[in-house]
Every structure is written in C-alpha cells, then in structure tokens.
C-alpha cells in the first residue's frame, strides 16, 4: 500500500496504537482514582524480582493497588503451590512457558482476550502463537519476556573459545567448582545437547534417556554443590563455582553489569531458552487490573523495565520495547545483543536453529526426571 493511499483511509488507530496507548494510560489513568478508596492487594505468584519495586512500583502508585509476591523457583515448585492453595489464592501467575499447559489442563488459569494484547508488535512470529500458550484459537497466557541459557562460567577459568562446548564443564582445573541451578530442565536438557540430540533434546527414547543420565552422572566428580537463585548468585560471584550448569545470562549479566569476571554464551551444541509468560489466575475477582497491568508491562515502557529487571534481565519481546530499550539504555541493548546486526541477536540465534524452546519430557515424566535428578545430587 502506497502512502497516498493511506492517508486516504479512515483515520481510526491501530490495535496496536490502541494497545499502546492504553497501555501507557495504564499509569496516566489511575485504576482507583478516590483518594480515600482502600488499596486493592494483587496476590501474584512469580519467578523472584517480578513483585518489587522496580518492576511494580510505577503501576502500584498510579492505580492504588499493592502487590504481594509469593516467589517460587522451579515450575515444579509453582504448580505444587498452586494445587496446595484454594482457589482464586492467586490473581497473577508468572509461569514458564512450558508449564502453561498444566496449568490449563488443570483449571487453574482463566482465558484471556487476544484482542487485548499487542501481537502484531512481536519481534517474532514464534511468539504470536508460542507453544502450549493456546488451546485451539483460545489464549491462556501472554508471553512476557525470555531469555537464553547455555555455558556461564568465570573468564579466569574458562576462556570463550572453551565455553563454546559444554565438553568445558569437564575441565581437569575446574573439578570441585562446577555448580548446578538446583532445578532438573535445564541442566539435564543441557546433557542432551551435549549428547547430540539437537531439537529431540526433550523427546528421549529409553537408550538415549539412559545415554543422558550417564553423561549426567561423569559430571558428578566436577560438581561443588547444588545451588537455589541466591547461592547461583554468591558462588559465582565469590569465585566459589567457576562454571555453573541451568543457568544464563539471566544470573551472570547482573554480575557482569557489577563488574564480576563472569559471562554466558551459547555453545556449539545449542542453548535453551526460558521463556516467562503471565496468567490469570481461576477465579479471580480482579481480572480487569490484572490484565491492565499485563498490558502495561507489554508496553515499551513496560518492556524496558522487564529488560532491566534488578533481580535477573531478561529480552524484550515486542518491536516497541526493543526499540525503546535502544534508546533509552543502549549499553544493556548491546551487552545483550538486542541490537539489529549483532551475531549475538537472541532473534538471530533462535532463527539459525541454535535455540531450543524449554519443554517438559515427552517420553518420560517429569517425576522420572526429577527421581533422577534427586539420585544424582545424593550420588
């Protein structure tokens, strides 16, 4: 279409200009305009850092509303907090992305209005449609950040040419300083890479099960210790893990920001990606802020501050974000490759094949995974 030809159409916004500006009303329009009316309480379930200040405040102060996190790690972890409150505990829940289907399947999540939210701003078609996410033409979550995981390591150990292979994580001088993220996915996902099984990473037959677990346990010798967020963070930090398995920039990049030797890549076997996606929780009676909120943090405004997140960065997923983060903190855009041309692109390298979305076992279950898991830290 010529731009003469639009400029003859009707004047009416895009969805998209809708969105936005809705989205930026978000603050601009309080939710609770009386002064003297009570401040409604959000009870959210999340990933540690999506309730504080940094990511909420802008939003609790313009809408009087008050978030209460209740933070959990592990989507394991979020689903048995979930099935041991009663319903409607919960009127946000932060989930990854490959748990969504759970959530659906066992009524814990409402149906959201695709119309809602800006889909035709997403910086990939993947994301419009992102697995497990709908049930037919019905959306059940919104994605609202990702990220990438793959080798992080401490550059006075490792240098980058050897991060390039997770074969590094076996490195004779680092034995006793090998950490793991203390959550099964992603360590043994990794294991599969390594074993060669590219995109059928998640979908093992017994011998290559077998073949993971084995690989698994020869780690074990290199292995320090088993870590939740803030053990990652201080032993890495510290110096006393020197590489850490599960993890990616997500924890190193806030070390790296304060200067700490430390960095992640993705090597040759491939990365995974995490993805976190936001859902309204069954039978909730505040559907309306909760969804006002998701849509402001779906704004630029709202991207950035995801992307600066304090507790762990993350990408941004929309066209406006990206372009925003550019702007307004164009050293964090370039650390993270969120810059158009960059080799290290996370679109980029999603688009080359080298990223696979995080997902649960097909072949086995995730208590196969888990009972293993719990052998391997006790061996």
């Known amino acids: 279409m010529s731009k003469k030809e639009n400029r003859g159409r009707s004047q009416q916004p895009s969805r998209r200009q809708v969105l936005k500006y809705s989205a930026a009303a978000a603050l601009a329009t309080p939710f609770i305009s009386r002064a003297w009316a009570n401040t409604v309480e959000i009870n959210m379930l999340a990933w540690y850092g999506h309730g504080e200040p940094d990511m909420v405040g802008a939003f609790e102060e313009a809408n009087n509303v008050k978030f209460k996190p209740k933070y959990y790690a592990g989507g394991d972890n979020m689903l048995g907090l979930i099935a041991q409150s009663p319903p409607g505990t919960y009127d946000i829940i932060l989930s990854d992305g490959e748990f969504v289907q759970q959530l659906n399947a066992a009524g814990y999540i409402e149906p959201l209005d695709a119309g809602d939210y800006p889909f035709d701003d997403m910086l990939y078609e993947d994301f ?17 950040r990702f990220g990438h995981l793959g080798v992080s390591y401490n550059k006075n150990a490792i240098s980058e040419e050897e991060a390039m292979s997770y074969s590094c994580f076996w490195k004779p001088e680092i034995k006793g300083k090998v950490g793991h993220f203390d959550w099964h996915l992603p360590s ?19 011998a290559k099960w077998e073949k993971v677990q084995e690989t698994t346990l020869s780690l074990r010798p290199q292995v320090g210790g088993f870590f939740d967020y803030g053990g990652t963070f201080n032993s890495l930090k510290n110096g006393e893990m020197q590489a850490m398995v599960g993890i990616g920039d997500w924890i190193t990049g806030v070390l790296e920001k304060d200067g700490a030797p430390v960095a992640s890549v993705v090597p040759k076997e491939g990365g995974i990606q995490w993805t976190e996606s936001y859902c309204i929780g069954k039978g909730t009676e505040k559907a309306d802020i909760v969804k006002k909120f998701i849509q402001y943090m779906l704004s630029p405004e709202g991207q950035v501050k ?6 762990y960065p993350g990408f941004c997923i929309t066209k406006g974000g ?6 307004v903190d164009p050293k964090e855009a370039k650390r993270t490759g969120q810059v158009d041309g960059m080799a290290n692109d996370p679109i980029t390298l999603i688009k080359e094949g080298r990223i696979h979305y995080r997902d649960i076992p097909v072949q086995q279950s995730l208590e196969d995974w888990n009972d293993f898991w719990s052998e391997y830290k006790n061996a």
């Open 188 to 206: 043994l996902g990794m294991m599969s890479l390594y074993n060669g099984n590219g995109a059928g990473l998640w979908d093992l037959d017994d």
């Open 306 to 311: 995801s992307a600066q997140m304090a507790a």
């Open 322 to 327: 990206r372009a925003l983060l550019n702007e």
């Open 128 to 144: 419009t449609k992102f697995p497990g996410h709908w049930d037919g033409d019905t959306l059940y979550s919104m994605m609202l």
